[in-house]
């Protein structure tokens, strides 16, 4: 009875506590305070606005340390998305409306918002009221500031505060990373897992799950997966393909070498009018050289053949005949052929040269007689392809990528596809057809496209590696990262012209019947066919926009699009956009478009830290099943800082995939980027496969890739965990994903253990059915920092079996049914 007592006694004194903490509290809060709204000017508004609060206009708050509650989307990236001298006001309804200027020239933009949290899509307005008079100055975190003032609810501003506090409790958990778990996990012992199949509950998922998103960033196509050895083989490169690099232009990587000979560009009588640039030769006397350096080089394979060839003709009429050499860095001929020009108009002219030697060089065609000599179109293929494809792809870098047994591929872009400015947007048909017939343009990534690699090469691989084809094209938008402002009516989102977006939209059907139609009956389905592919493509899905703004203009745009593909074919899955990240406006506007349209299916982008995929393991769970609208997750990576791919960033990606298996029914589609990238041409990093002219290096985030690509299923089979110890962070650094390969029978268990110890598993496959006495085990382990290879072995399997996982591993046990 006496415990009775002071246990009440205690819990008396201790509501009276709270119950006046309280009083106080509601005592101390006002009803109304002064809402300072500002961006820093020291920072050209770039962090976004800003708020303090204040009971006496005299002393400021700042609500949420350099937080900003909007940022602006008009401009590129980074130091151009500024938002200036930003006013804000409250309208009649009650909704507050933000106008800032934008900059010195493009006018203004604007954003609505009920709570100052969540703001609705920005717009650009031509021009606004002056709100100059409406600013005043004051002092914020010792730093004066000019910005407007309201006269608010306490309730308004303390959602304010409440809210920067959860996103900074969540940032505290995002950083969470692997190479901390040295203090986070001091003293853990190693963990006794089981993992206990659970088959009654099995369910269907996407076959189409892994698939490969190829965008040509990084020199991935033109010096890399396109084979061509020749750099500006057509004399097309630009200044503007460098934004005004005047070094880049029609001779870049082709030089004279020697005397008594010029070397000139000229665009009277080209090939073709998408082709004007070729290069002339005025030879005095014999000797000199045109050399092409190629992409880093030439590099040859001792006894490999390459298939030269290039338009010529000698205005003249003189024939000239030319020696074509590979020549190394110590003027070794590493191989050599002839041939003779003498066509007064334009002709195709051929020849084979053997590599004598392994080599890196550079090419020289060297004229054996006096007269002027015409060039374009030079190119240097090797023979020996991926499947032996004309026009085709480096073979080594092509099967990497096969290796991944991607069940689609998605090209060619990205940011490519919608480009930087309307006359930027990806033309598919200008990358189809004779090679001297395709019009290059610039790569928003700041280089040059040939559309050597083109829409017909695309299909052709897909094909060739069984992959379903996932064109990607412009929604009548182009890239919300384009610096093109002014007369777009809306910044870099001033879509293409109503006038004009009919012919566009019959340029996206006209694609589809290319892919699909009739050899015979249809009009693009004959230039497929005359393209060598008589055989329809059979494609299925169709991509409409990429990380887009989700603005009226893009929704108007979009909604004509879809609408045209669904009245026309309507068995086509049109996969939409929801803007370049998994929350925020775009996202929200983006679903609700894809709700209303009902779209097939959505494209989701986001880049995130360890400690996100860690803690977002249950994101498609919360996905409503009600929807038709499936999810393509189109680019994820894990990102570190100083942006490596290790072990770290792998088993991160691996820990996610396996929830992503877990949702296959509502996830249809995944796919890493960026996909490749050549050595000392990189703008962006991570990506899967790194290379050079010689090397591919897969990263360690390829095997987990191609593991799971490898050993896919068509059936999820959800399994029980109990682990013996019951800490939540341990909970969260284990997974487990078991799914059945319908083709083969195979069952596939995948387990991830991102501890830093080991964890004791036993695994129960009671219900699967009789299995197999032993099976295929491949093991990823590593320290944080570690960039392993895989280990293969094999190990007995029983209907109940233990498995060790070592720490920080990623183990794929394929188990094949009884005979």
Known sequence: MRKLFLFLAVLFVTFQQVTLAAIREVASTPDSVYLFSFATSGDDGRSGLRFAWSMDQENWFEVGRNYGYLRCDYSRWGSQKKMLDPCLKQSSEGEWICTWKLNDRDGYGQATSKDLIYWTSQKYPRTTPDFEGMRVKAVVAGEEQKGSINRVAWELVDGLSKHYDWNQYRNSLYGERPVQDGERFAGLKPVQATVTVQPERAKEISE????????????????????????????????????????????????????????????ADPIHPNNPHYAVLNVEQPGAALVNAGFDGIALN?????????????????????????????????????????????????????????????????????????????????????????????????????????RFIRFP???????????????????????????????????????????????????????EPLPVLAA?????????????????????????????????????????GDAKKTKWGKVRAE?????????????????????????????????????????????????????????????????????????????????????????????????????????????????????????????????????????????????????????????????????????????????????????????????????DKVRKRFASSIVRDSASGDVIVKLVNLLPVEVNTNVDLSGIGAVQPSAKRTVLTGKPTDTPLPVEDRIQIAEKFDCNLPAYSFTVIRIQKAN
């Open 302 to 406: 001792i006894g490999e053949k390459y298939d030269f060839s290039m338009f010529a003709r000698v205005p003249q009429g003189k024939s000239n005949k030319l020696k074509i050499r590979l020549v190394d860095g110590e003027g070794k001929v590493c191989g050599e052929t002839s041939l003779s020009v003498s066509s007064r108009q334009w002709k195709t002219y051929k020849a084979v040269i053997t590599a004598k030697v392994t080599a890196d060089t550079h090419l020289e065609i060297i004229p054996q007689s006096a007269g002027e000599l015409n060039l374009d179109m030079v190119s240097l293929f090797p023979q020996d392809t991926f499947k032996g494809r004309k026009n085709g792809l480096r073979k080594d870098l092509a099967q990497t990528i096969a290796d991944i047994h991607p």
């Open 531 to 727: 393209a060598g592919h008589p055989k329809p493509f059979n494609l299925k899905y169709i991509g409409i926009g990429n990380e887009d703004l989700i603005t009226d203009i893009f929704k108007e745009r979009f909604t004509m699009i879809f609408n045209a593909i669904k009245e026309k074919y309507p068995e086509m899955i049109v996969v939409g956009t929801v803007g370049p990240f998994n929350e925020g406006t775009d996202y929200v506007e983006g679903w609700k478009l894809a709700d209303k349209l009902g779209v097939p299916m959505v494209d989701e982008h986001y880049y995130q830290s360890p400690g996100w995929f860690l803690h977002n393991q249950d994101f498609y769970d919360k996905y409503d099943r009600s929807k038709k609208t499936k999810v393509y997750l189109g680019e994820y990576a894990t990102h570190i800082p100083g942006r490596k791919a290790n072990i770290e960033t792998a088993l991160t990606e691996a820990l996610y995939l396996a929830s992503l298996e877990r949702n296959g029914d509502v996830v249809h589609m995944t796919s890493y980027a960026p996909l490749l990238a050549k050595e000392r041409h990189t703008q962006w990093n991570p990506d899967l496969i790194y290379f050079n002219n010689r090397e591919v290096k897969p990263t360690t985030g390829y095997y987990v890739q191609k593991l799971y690509g490898q050993n896919a299923g068509s059936e999820y089979l959800p399994s029980k965990i109990v682990l013996d110890n019951k800490d």
């Open 476 to 516: 009548g938008v182009p890239c919300q990262n384009s610096a093109c402002h002014g007369n777009l009516g809306g910044g870099q989102q001033g879509g293409i012209p109503m006038s004009e977006m009919g012919a566009y939209i019959q340029d996206i059907l006209d694609l589809i019947e290319w892919a699909n």
């Open 208 to 267: 189409l799950l892994l698939g490969a998103f190829f965008e040509d960033i990084n020199y991935s196509a033109d010096g890399g997966l396109y084979a061509e050895l020749i750099q500006n083989r057509d004399f097309e490169y630009d200044p503007s393909d460098r934004e005004g690099d005047k070094n880049w232009n029609s001779t870049h990587s082709w030089a004279l070498k020697g005397e008594k000979a010029g070397f000139t560009i000229d665009t």
């Open 413 to 467: 872009g990205g940011c490519v596809a919608h480009g930087d400015g309307l006359k930027n947007i990806y033309q598919w048909k200008n990358t189809v057809g004779p090679l001297e017939a395709r019009k290059a343009q610039r790569n928003l990534w700041g280089y040059h496209q040939s559309m050597g690699l083109g829409y017909f090469e695309y299909f052709q691989f897909c094909e060739d590696i069984g992959a």
